[in-house]
């Protein structure tokens, strides 16, 4: 199994920004896809991006240009630098990593992080 910690959320304002800390942990024979989702109130889980082991990244449009997901594959840990944030973009944040549980491919999610960005 993958454990995964989330860090680094908190309350910040318009146009700050915040890094997002994930690190993954457990048994596990090696992590493919890295990413960062998140569910504001009300609304379902949104991918924000991912990265793989190789650096492709995928972004929402929502955040392009805004926020930047990378991933040191020695510490198996993935983070995510958002700058300019807005209201908009308050949510609980959750890592998700894909991994090989001996022969399975599965996906981990961590607990959730929560972003607060006041206008």
């Known amino acids: 199994q993958v454990q995964l910690v989330e860090s680094g959320g908190g309350l910040v304002q318009f146009g700050e920004s915040l890094r997002l800390s994930c690190v993954a942990s457990g048994s596990f024979f090696g992590i493919t896809t890295m990413g960062w989702y998140r569910q504001a109130p009300g609304s379902q889980r949104e991918l924000v991006a991912t990265?793989?082991?190789?650096?492709?990244?995928n972004y929402a449009d929502s955040v392009k240009g805004r926020f930047t997901i990378s991933r040191d594959n020695a510490k198996n840990t993935v983070y995510l630098q958002m700058n300019s944030l807005k209201p908009e973009d308050t949510a609980v944040y959750y890592c998700?990593?894909?991994?090989?549980?001996?022969?399975?491919?599965?996906?981990?999610w961590g607990v959730g992080t929560l972003v607060t960005v006041s206008s």
């Open positions: 998700s990593a894909d991994a090989i549980v001996g022969v399975k491919g599965m996906k981990f």
């Open positions: 990265i793989t082991t190789i650096g492709t990244t």
